[in-house]
T-cell receptor
Framework: QKEVEQDPGPLSVPEGAIVSLNCTYSNSAFQYFMWYRQYSRKGPELLMYTYSSGNKEDGRFTAQVDKSSKYISLFIRDSQPSDSATYLCAALLYKTSYDKVIFGPGTSLSVIP | GAVVSQHPSRVICKSGTSVKIECRSLDFQATTMFWYRQFPKKSLMLMATSNEGSKATYEQGVEKDKFLINHASLTLSTLTVTSAHPEDSSFYIC?????????????FGPGTRLTVT
């Protein structure tokens, strides 16, 4: 079982739709949960990170974490064509000697004008 | 905001040769840099963690003699793929962490596409 799992898609939605992206994880020791956006042939860009269960909102983006079910989500409201990218969920494993980010495989999103 | 550059963005080399990829933090000091490898439609796989002035820590299964990492300054880390083979062809991405930050506070470079013929 992979530590962070994500449906690779592709996901195609019309402009203005609400997008829901989801991940599950297996390791209870993960402490931070992140969402990155990656455009084609570019490096990932951090969108949001959360520490505890609950919701965190930033503009059109809402990140949600449910530690009891090991489930993380990203919601995008009023989706725009510029949101078309691959979205990577990730989790941070922190130990006293090192910390390490584990990435999911990413979900490819296309927002159609 | 924090900008990380990589050079070259794309390189083609012949089998058996070595290739060096540079990762620079342009407007901040990075005591730690990370090197990742990404296959199409796959996760970023951490290869190694590079700390300025000390030896890199490699992930299990990554050959340290094949993927040489040097982090000689607070703004530059290099990855050298030695004796490259076609199976080393991949997208290599570096990231840099702000001094004192957690790993989630990493800033990624644009990546280097390596093709070994």
């Amino acid at each position: 079982q992979k530590e962070v799992e994500q449906d690779p898609g592709p996901l195609s939605v019309p402009e203005g739709a609400i997008v829901s992206l989801n991940c599950t994880y297996s390791n209870s020791a993960f402490q931070y949960f992140m969402w990155y956006r990656q455009y084609s042939r570019k490096g990932p860009e951090l969108l949001m990170y959360t520490y505890s269960s609950g919701n965190k909102e930033d503009g059109r983006f809402t990140a949600q974490v449910d530690k009891s079910s090991k489930y993380i989500s990203l919601f995008i409201r009023d989706s725009q064509p510029s949101d078309s990218a691959t979205y990577l969920c990730a989790a941070l494993l922190y130990k006293t000697s090192y910390d390490k980010v584990i990435f999911g495989p990413g979900t490819s999103l296309s927002v159609i004008p | 905001g924090a900008v990380v550059s990589q050079h070259p963005s794309r390189v083609i080399c012949k089998s058996g040769t070595s290739v060096k990829i540079e990762c620079r933090s342009l407007d901040f000091q990075a005591t730690t840099m990370f090197w990742y490898r990404q296959f199409p439609k796959k996760s970023l796989m951490l290869m190694a963690t590079s700390n300025e002035g000390s030896k890199a820590t490699y992930e299990q299964g990554v050959e340290k003699d094949k993927f040489l990492i040097n982090h000689a300054s607070l703004t530059l880390s290099t990855l050298t793929v030695t004796s490259a083979h076609p199976e080393d062809s991949s997208f290599y991405i570096c990231s840099a962490r702000l001094a004192g930050g957690f790993s989630h506070e990493q800033y990624f470079g644009p990546g280097t596409r390596l093709t070994v013929t």
